[in-house]
């Protein structure tokens, strides 16, 4: 009794690789291909050893021995190519990302905060021990997929294609709309037997104006289900022993920061915010620490700073008076209400 199961055949650029499970001696007889630098089987845990197949009509015929193998799964490489690196799990590696020329520190997921316009050109250097495999580089925006020759995308190698310059220009790209938020997310694998991949997102939230003639408009990071951001600017504050639907807003409860964004039509002089909370199971939804913040054209700027505030319908902060298009009431990680830490739960945030 013997199982034999080709799990996968991965094709790239060159080398053929094949995953294998067996249990018992067998001979795999696999089209015939350029030896390139050699045929090459690894079993788990194992190093890689050469292996030389037969002549056999119709291709490569290899005789495998499974005794040895952890499991009975073995990757064999059929025809290495140059530059691949077969003892190389490690995923490509950002050397420099630049965003409109400027050095950005690279992070699995790259925030850029708010802009006035979207960047025009987001640049990443990736370098690898093993060749790159550009078939596979994949840029998504927004959840929207684009491969290397759409217009706004620029691929470059160089190092024997150990490096690879991409540049993304956000706006150049077809179809794309605009939007408050947007989400650039950069896929790519090298060339190794494990195909092993680099992931990047990066975000930015432009500073748009509210559309169809309103005031305000109110941007927030992220929305318990069921819950709106147009509820903190409707003018309505939650009574309590109502229900918290329809009239409040709640984050997310994930352990991140959370913010809630005020967009006016035109610059406003603005001398406070009145926050006024959601109440929730007999306590208003007060939260521990967070901060109040304009926008000064180019950046945030801190106003109001709380800590340990007290239990109350609504909490004022005042300032001395700004001009602005923007405030934003930011929380940071598990600055939330002592019961729900990880929320951000308000009805209304009134400027003064
Ligand atoms: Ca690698």
């Known amino acids: 009794m013997w199982t034999?199961?080709?799990?996968?055949?991965?094709?790239?650029?060159?080398?053929?690789?094949?995953?294998?499970?067996?249990?018992?001696?067998?001979?795999?007889?696999?089209?015939?291909?350029p030896e390139g630098e050699g045929h090459w089987i690894r079993?788990?845990?194992?190093?890689?050893?050469?292996?030389?197949?037969?002549?056999?009509?119709?291709?490569?015929?290899?005789?495998?021995?499974?005794?040895?193998?952890?499991?009975?799964?073995?990757?064999?490489?059929?025809?290495?190519?140059?530059?691949v690196d077969l003892a190389d799990e490690q995923p490509p590696k950002v050397a420099a990302l630049r965003v409109d020329g400027a050095r950005v520190a690279d992070a699995p997921v790259v925030d850029l905060d708010w802009?006035?316009?979207?960047?025009?050109?987001?640049a990443w250097e990736v370098e690898d021990r093993s060749r790159l495999d550009t078939a596979s580089l994949l840029v998504q925006v927004n959840g929207q997929a684009f491969a290397p020759g759409t217009p706004g995308i620029r691929v470059r190698p160089s190092?024997?294609?150990?490096?690879?310059?991409?540049?993304?220009?956000?706006?150049k790209l077809p179809g794309i709309d605009a939007r408050v938020e947007t989400?650039?997310?950069?896929?790519?694998?090298?060339?190794?037997?494990?195909?092993?991949?680099?992931?990047?997102?990066?975000?930015?939230?432009?500073?748009?104006?509210?559309?169809?003639?309103?005031?305000?408009?109110?941007?927030?990071?992220?929305?318990?289900?069921?819950?709106?951001?147009?509820?903190?600017?409707?003018?309505?504050?939650?009574?309590?022993?109502?229900?918290?639907?329809?009239?409040?807003?709640?984050?997310?409860?994930?352990?991140?920061?959370h913010w809630a964004v005020l967009i006016f039509d035109k610059p406003r002089a603005v001398a406070g915010v009145e926050l006024y909370w959601a109440h929730f199971q007999g306590e208003y939804m007060v939260s521990t620490r967070y901060a109040v913040e304009?926008?000064?054209?180019?950046?945030?700027?801190p106003l109001a700073e709380a800590k340990g505030q007290e239990p109350a319908k609504s909490t004022a902060h005042r300032f001395?008076?700004?001009?602005?298009?923007?405030?934003?009431?930011?929380?940071?990680?598990?600055?939330?209400?002592?019961?729900?830490?990880?929320?951000?739960?308000?009805?209304?945030?009134k400027p003064l």
């Open 320 to 349: 001395d008076p700004v001009t602005t298009t923007a405030i934003r009431v930011w929380q940071p990680a598990g600055g939330g209400h002592p019961a729900r830490p990880h929320l951000m739960w308000l009805t209304e945030i």
């Open 183 to 257: 989400r650039v997310a950069l896929s790519l694998a090298d060339t190794s037997p494990t195909r092993n991949a680099l992931e990047r997102t990066l975000v930015y939230r432009r500073m748009a104006p509210p559309e169809g003639g309103k005031p305000v408009v109110a941007h927030v990071d992220s929305c318990f289900e069921g819950y709106t951001p147009e509820t903190l600017v409707d003018g309505k504050v939650m009574e309590p022993g109502t229900s918290t639907f329809g009239v409040t807003w709640a984050s997310a409860e994930t352990n991140t920061p």
């Open 159 to 171: 190092s024997a294609g150990r490096k690879l310059a991409i540049a993304v220009e956000p706006e």
């Open 4 to 33: 034999l199961a080709l799990l996968g055949l991965i094709q790239a650029p060159g080398d053929l690789i094949y995953r294998i499970q067996a249990t018992a001696p067998v001979t795999l007889t696999l089209p015939a291909c």
């Open 43 to 83: 079993a788990a845990g194992k190093r890689w050893v050469r292996v030389k197949p037969t002549q056999a009509e119709g291709g490569l015929q290899f005789r495998l021995d499974p005794e040895e193998w952890e499991g009975g799964e073995a990757l064999l490489v059929v025809g290495k190519t140059v530059g």
């Open 294 to 301: 304009a926008w000064d054209g180019a950046r945030w700027r």
């Open 115 to 122: 802009r006035t316009a979207p960047p025009r050109e987001i």
